[in-house]
C-alpha cells in the first residue's frame, strides 16, 4: 500500500453540471445515541437493524488518506459528521489527522450530546468549527424530537464546553418541522443572540425515503424570515461562493442567523460536496439512490493515490445530481440512502 505523501496536481475536477468538488462530508459511524424522527425513526433503527461492524468502518489512518486525496483535488473544506462522530472513541484522531491538511475549514457535526466530554480535547487537536443539533429549548419537545434519554441540559452543556473550550465557530442548527417545534424559533433565536452564537434553520428534508416526510409539515424559510423579522429586523448578507445556509444580519447589532433553504430555494446549482460514507464509499448527493463508489475496496486492495484519485474524479466527472432542483411528491417517497449513514 502507497502509504507516501501526496504529490498530485490538483485536478479541478468538474461534474456534468461544470460544479467543481471542493468540499467533502466524512461520516465516521452510522450509529447514533439519538432516534430523531427525521433521520432515523425508531421503526427502522429498532433492536434488529444492522450497523457497520467494527472492522467495516474506515480507520484513522484510512480516513486520512483518502482525505489528502481529497485536498489534493481541490476540497478545501471538510466537515466530520455522522451519525453520531462523537460516539466514535478515536474521533480525537481523526481530528487530528484531518488539522494537519491545508483546508480553510474542518468543522464537525454533532448533536451535542457528548460535547461536554470531548469539546477540550477537540479545540486541542484542531478543531475550529463545531455545528450542534439544537431543534428545541423545550426539554418536552427536545426529548420528543430526539427520541432518546439524554436530557436537553447534557446539549446545553455541550455547548457551554465548546464555547468554554475556545472552539472558534460554534453554530446551532434547528430542523424544523409544523406543529412539532416551529413554536420554539424564536426562543432559539433569544438564545443565540444572548450567547453570540449563530443559529440557522434547516428546511426539513425528506431524506432516506422513511420518515413520513410530507412537504405540509415543511416550515419555509421565509416563514421562518417573517417570524423572526418581526420581532428582530434582520437585513441579508452577502452569500459566499458554496455556502449552503443564506445568511441574515440583525441590525441591533445582535449578530446573524442562518436559513437552509434545501426545499423551497434548491441550491443544486452550486452543490460542490461529495459524502463519504462510514465504510468508505462516495456518494455525489445526499439523495443518492445508488451504491457509492467502493474506496474502501480499493484502499484495503493496495491501489496507490493515483489509482484513487482517478477513480474519484471519473465519478465526479459523471455527477449529474440535481435532486433537489426536481424533488416531487413521487421523488420523495423513493428508497434512497440513509442520512445517518451517508453523512447529513
Ligand atoms: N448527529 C449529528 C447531528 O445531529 O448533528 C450529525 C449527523 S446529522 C445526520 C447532520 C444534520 O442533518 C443535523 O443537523 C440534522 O438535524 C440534519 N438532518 C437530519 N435529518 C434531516 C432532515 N430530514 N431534514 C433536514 N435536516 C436533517
Ligand atoms: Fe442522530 Fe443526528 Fe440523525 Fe438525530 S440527526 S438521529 S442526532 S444522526
Ligand atoms: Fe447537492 Fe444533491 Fe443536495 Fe442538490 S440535492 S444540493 S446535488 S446534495
Redesign the pocket.
Known amino acids: 500500500m502507497n502509504t507516501g505523501t501526496l504529490n498530485l496536481i490538483p485536478t479541478a475536477v468538474q461534474d456534468r453540471c461544470g460544479r467543481p468538488l471542493g468540499a467533502l462530508r466524512i461520516?465516521v459511524t452510522d450509529r447514533?445515541n439519538?432516534r430523531?424522527r427525521?433521520?432515523m425513526p425508531r421503526e427502522r433503527y429498532a433492536a434488529g437493524h444492522r450497523f457497520l461492524a467494527g472492522g467495516e468502518l474506515l480507520s484513522v489512518s484510512e480516513i486520512s488518506r483518502l482525505a489528502g486525496v481529497f485536498v489534493a483535488m481541490g476540497v478545501d473544506r471538510i466537515r466530520i459528521?455522522?451519525?453520531?462522530?462523537l460516539l466514535r472513541p478515536d474521533v480525537d484522531g481523526i481530528v487530528a489527522a484531518l488539522a494537519g491538511l491545508p483546508l480553510q475549514r474542518l468543522g464537525l457535526?454533532?448533536?451535542?450530546a457528548l460535547l461536554g466530554r470531548w469539546a477540550g480535547r477537540l479545540h486541542d487537536v484542531g478543531l475550529n468549527s463545531v455545528?450542534?443539533?439544537l431543534?428545541s429549548l423545550d426539554p418536552a419537545v427536545f426529548a420528543a424530537m430526539s427520541a432518546s434519554k439524554v436530557p436537553l441540559d447534557a446539549v446545553l452543556g455541550g455547548i457551554a464546553a465548546a464555547r468554554a473550550a475556545g472552539i472558534a465557530a460554534v453554530k446551532l442548527?434547528?430542523?424544523v418541522r409544523r406543529g412539532t417545534n416551529d413554536t420554539g424559533i424564536l426562543e432559539l433565536v433569544e438564545l443565540a443572540r444572548r450567547d453570540g452564537l449563530t443559529v440557522r434553520f434547516?428546511?426539513?428534508?425528506?431524506?432516506?425515503g422513511s420518515?413520513g416526510?410530507r412537504l405540509d409539515e415543511v416550515v419555509t424559510a421565509q416563514e421562518i424570515l417573517e417570524r423572526i423579522t418581526q420581532v428582530h429586523p434582520a437585513e441579508e448578507c452577502a452569500q459566499a461562493p458554496g455556502e449552503v445556509a443564506r445568511r441574515y444580519r440583525f441590525l441591533d447589532g445582535g449578530g446573524e442567523f442562518g436559513l437552509?433553504t434545501?426545499v423551497s430555494r434548491p441550491f443544486c446549482g452550486g452543490c460542490i460536496r461529495a459524502r463519504l460514507s462510514a465504510d468508505g464509499r462516495l456518494y455525489t448527493c445526499l439523495f443518492a439512490g445508488a451504491a457509492g463508489l467502493d474506496l474502501r475496496e480499493l484502499l484495503r486492495a493496495g491501489a496507490y493515490d493515483e489509482a484513487l484519485d482517478r477513480a474519484i474524479a471519473e465519478c465526479w466527472q459523471a455527477r449529474g445530481d440535481r435532486y433537489s432542483d426536481t424533488r416531487s411528491a413521487l421523488t420523495a417517497s423513493a428508497d434512497r440512502v440513509a442520512?445517518?449513514y451517508i453523512?447529513?
Not at 457535526?109 to 451535542?112: E, I, P, R, V
Request: aromatic share 10%.
Open positions: 461520516s447514533c439519538f430523531c427525521y433521520c459528521t455522522g451519525g453520531e462522530p457535526s454533532t448533536n451535542g455545528n450542534i443539533s431543534d442548527n434547528c430542523v434547516i428546511e426539513y428534508m425528506d431524506v432516506g420518515s416526510w437552509i434545501s442520512m445517518s453523512g447529513g
